[in-house]
C-alpha cells in the first residue's frame, strides 16, 4: 500500500485527522501486535475521548449483522459518528479466516466503519487485539463502538462481556433462551434483544428470558449488572424496534455515568488487557528460554529423571526473569 | 520494555467481491475457501458491490488484495473501472480477475492495471500464487 | 392373450399389466418404425409392474412414453431489444411452431431497468430487456396469444412481467382465460443456489401463492411455477442434493398454497419441473426415476392428492452448462450428447442441450445447430426412444434410484426437523441458516478439490490436454447499439405517460402489498397498464417487503 512507506507518526496523525484509510492501517498495527502496536498504544493513551463501547452477541444466524447495520443508521441518524468491529473465528487448522458480516451491515448501515476482525490463533491475541482496536477508533472520533461476536465460545463471550453495553440476541423457535443460558450470554446481558419478533414463537422466547431473569433476581447476578436487564422486540429486516433499542442503549450509557460505573467497566477492560500484555510477554520470554541452551539442558534432565516438571518450570522462570535484568 | 517484534507474518487480507448484477457465485466461493485453507484472512462481500463499496472496505479493512470473479460480458468495463478507482482514492492495492475471460481480453486487462487473471478451474495452487505474487510485487 | 385365461375378473384394477395395456391401447403411436437397425421389432415396453404411466410413477409419466410422442426439444435463446426477438418469434411461428421460449437480460431478471448503473453492459445481452408494457408490446407485436403457449425464464420479478404480459394481451382482445404458458417463478431456489433474488423469502413467497391463486381462479391453461433443480446443480451440489432441494422447494410450494386455502389438485397439476443432466450417466437416469417416485408418493400420501395429475412429476431437462470446458471446447458436444442421452433414458418431458461454445460466451448460431441436431441423433438414430423406461429392472439402475431417493429422504427429514414438520417452515429456517448455500459450496468445493488434486479427471482439463485448439476471437458479442436503444425507448416512454397515474397505480399496488391477504396480481396488471417501468414496481415493493442480503455462511 501508498502507506506502507510512511512511518507510524505520519499514519497517526493522518488517522487523527479524519482519513479512513489512515485508520484502516492503524487497526493492521493494533491488530498485529508486536513493537510497533507498543509504539502505536503509546502514541494513542491518553487521547481517548471515551467513546461509548457496545458488545453485540448472540448465536449464529440470528440476525445480528442486520441488527448491527440497523442500529449504526439509527446511532448516524441522531448524531453519532459509530464504528463496528466485526470478529470472527479464524480456522484452528490453517489460521484462514473468512469474515462475511460486514456484508449485511454495510447494507443496512449506509457509510459506516466497518472493521472485521478474525480472532488469529495465538493465545490471547484477540485480548490484545480488540482493546487495541478500540483504542484506535476512540482516538479517531468513533462513538460509539459496536463490536460484534458469535455468542459461542468462551473467548467470543469474554469479548462481549468487556463492553460498557453488552446486548445478547436471541431468535424465537430456536431454543436460543436455554442455549444463551448455558452459553453464560444471561450473566453478561446487559439488554436482550428478541429479534426476528414477527416470528409467532416471539412471545414465548420472551416469557422464557423473563422467567431467566427473575432467577437472575434471585441469584444476586441483578444487584451486579446494577438492573434487571430489558427485552427489546426486533424486527432486523424490517427495522421495526431498532429506534428503541438505541434508546436502550443509550439510557444504559446514562445509568453508567450516573453511578461511575462506566469508568469501573473501562478500568476493568484496562486490566483485561494489561493481564493479557503480561501473559503474552511471559510466553514470548519463557519460549525463548526453552529454545536457549538453558531450557534444552532443563528439557533434558527432566527427560532423563534428574528434575521433575515442577522444577523444570522453576528453572525456565529463573532464566527468562534474570534474562529481563540482563 | 517494549515487546519484541511479532514473529509470524500477518495473514494476506483479500476482498473477494463480484461487481454488478451477475449472480453466479460459485467460482468466488471455491476461492475464498481456497484462499481461507491457504491461511489468508477473506473479507467476503459476495454479491452485487458497487466499485465504490469496495474502495471503503479496501480502505476500512486494510486488504493486501481484491479478488474479483466475473462471469459475463461485464469483465472488460468493470475491472478497468474497479482498478481506476482504487488508484483515484490513492490505493495501489492488486486486482486479481477470475472467471471466464476469453484469452483475447486477457492483454486489454493487463494493460487496465489488473494484476493477474484466473481462468475458471483454476487450481488452489494457482489461485493462492496468483495473490501472493501481486501482493508482493506491489511496491 | 395369456393373461384372459389368468384373470378371472372383467375388472383390471389389480392386475398392472392389464391395466397398463388397456391405457398403451389409447396412446397413438408416432410415426415410425419401431425395429432396431437390423430388423428387430421390439414391444413397448419391457419388464415388471409397476409399469410406465402408473403410480409412482418411477418408470415414466405416460404408459408409451416417447412410442408415442417424442420428448419437445426445446431450444431456449433470445437477446437484444423487443424487437429483434419479436422478428424470431416471428420467424418461428412461421416455420409452424407454437411454443415461445423467452430468455431475460440480466437487469430484468434482477428487477432493474435498463438506465439502472449497473445496466451498463447487460441491456440486452443474455436476452430481451423489458423494462416497460411497451416492450412486451414490441415483443409479441403480430403474435395471437391466445394461440401460442409461452415460456417465460423469470423469477424475483415474475408478477410484475405477468402483469405485463396479461396487460399485453388484453390491449389486444385476448383474455387471461385463454393465455397458455409457463413462468418459472421458482423463488426459493435463488437464495438457496441462482441468486437472483429481490425480496426476502416470506415476502416472495406472497407472491408466489397471489399468482398461484390469480392462475387458479383465472388463467386454467397457465403453469406458475417451475420448480427448477437446473441452478442448484450448476451451483455445485451433487446430484442428491439437486433432487432433495428441488422437490422439497416442491413441497413447500405446494404447502404455501394450501396454507392460502387452495385444495392440493386445483393447483398441483400445472405445477413443473426442470433439472439438469450432467455427466454421471447413471447417477442422472437414477435421479430422474427417484423424482417421480418421491413426488407421486408425497403428493398422493403426505398432501392428499387424488387427482393423478398431480401426482405426475413433469418435467424438462437442460444438459450441465457447467460441465462444458473452455479448453477443447469442441469435445463438449460428446458431453452434451451423453448428458441428453441420460435425460432421454430418465424419461423427460422436454430437452435443452447446450452449444459446445457456452462456456466462454453466448453460442454461435453453428453451435446452436450442432446442439440441436444432438438431439435428433439421439431421438431417431439412437433407438432408446422406441422402448419405455428402457432401463428399468436393470439391478443397477434400480439400486440407483433407490439411492438417489434414500439420499433425498434423508435431506427430507433434515428439513423437517428444523421446520418442526413443515417443509416450508423448514426451508425457511435453512435458508436463513445458510444451509443449502454452504450445503451446496461443500459440494462445489470438494468437487473441485478432486479435479485439482487429478482423482476426478476431466477431460482436455487435467488428463488428455493436447490439441486445445481454443479460438475465441470470433465470439459472439452483443452490439451496444442494443442499450441506447433501449436507454432511448425507456426515456420515451417516461416521457409520453402519465405520471400521476403511474403514481396512483403505484400507491394501489403498495397498498395490496402492504394488506397480506389482498392478492396483488390485480394491481400489478394496472401499474402495468399505467405504464410503470419494472424497476419502479420493484422499489414500490420493496418499500413493504424490504431487500434481501444474503448471509455470507460457508
Known sequence: MTQRGLDLDDIVERALGGQRRAVGRLLSVAERGGAEADR???????????????????PPGSGKSTLVGRLTAAAAASGANPAVLAVDPSSPLTGGAILGDRIRIDRTGGDVFVRSIATRGHAGGLAVAVPGAIRVLDATGFDPIIIETVGVGQVEVDIAAMADTTVVVANPGTGDAVQANKAGLLEIADIFVVNKADLPEAEALRLDLERMLDLSHVTGHEAYRGRRAPIVLTESLSGTGIDELWTEIIDHRSLLDASNARQLRQLLRLRAEVEALVAGRIHRLTRAVFDSSAGERALADLASGRIDPVAAAEIILDEGTASLGS | MSGPPSSETPPLRVVLAKLGFDGHDRGLRVVARLLRDAGCEVIYLGLRQSVDNVVAVVEQEDADA?????????????????????????????????????????????????????????????????????????P | MVLEVIHVTDSHDDDPRARWEQEAATATERDADFVTMSDVPVEVVYGDAPYPGQYPYTRGIYPTMYRSRLWTMRMFAGFGTAEDTNARFTELLRHGGTGLSTAFDMPTLMGRDSDHEWSEGEVGRAGVAIDTLADMRDLFAGIDLGGVSTSMTINGPANIIMGMYIACAEENGVLRQRLGGTIQNDVLKEYQAQKEYIFPPRPSM?????????????????????????????AGSTAAQELAFTLANGFAYVEAAMAVGLPVDDFAPRLSFFFNSHSDFFEEIGKFRAARRIWARWMKERYGATDERSMKCRFHTQTAGVSLTAQQPEINIARVALQALAGVLGGTQSLHTDAYDEALALPTEEAARIALRTQQIVAHETGVASVADPLGGSPYV??????????????????????????????????????HVSSIADSAYRFQQAVNSGRRVVVGVNRFTDGDTRDDANLLRIDPAVEDYQRKRLAQVKQQRNDEMVRRALDDLVAAAAEPTTNTVPATINAAKAMATEGEIVAALEGVFGTYVEPAVF
Open chain 1, 40 to 58: 502505536l498504544t503509546a502514541a494513542l493513551h491518553g487521547r481517548s475521548a471515551r467513546a461509548h463501547i457496545v458488545g453485540i452477541t448472540g
Open chain 2, 66 to 138: 481484491v479478488g474479483l470473479s466475473m462471469h459475463n460480458a461485464g469483465h472488460l468495463t468493470l475491472a478497468p473501472k474497479m482498478v481506476q478507482a482504487l488508484r483515484d482514492a490513492g490505493l495501489d492495492t492488486p486486482v486479481v480477475v477470475g472467471g471466464i475471460i476469453p484469452d483475447v481480453d486477457v492483454e486489454p486487462l493487463r494493460q487496465a492495471g489488473v494484476a493477474a487473471i484466473l481462468g475458471p478451474g483454476a487450481s488452489a495452487e494457482e489461485v493462492v500464487h496468483a495473490v501472493r505474487s501481486a501482493v508482493d510485487s506491489t
Open chain 3, 398 to 435: 434400480e439400486w440407483m434410484t433407490d439411492e438417489m431417493e434414500r439420499r433425498a429422504e434423508a435431506i427430507f427429514d433434515h428439513l423437517l426437523e428444523l421446520g418442526d414438520g413443515s417443509i416450508l417452515e423448514g426451508t425457511y429456517a435453512a435458508i436463513d441458516n445458510g444451509y
Open chain 3, 206 to 234: 406472497r407472491l408466489v401463492t397471489d399468482l398461484l391463486r390469480f392462475t387458479t381462479a383465472e388463467m386454467p391453461r397457465w403453469h406458475p411455477i417451475s420448480i427448477s433443480g437446473y441452478h442448484i446443480r450448476e
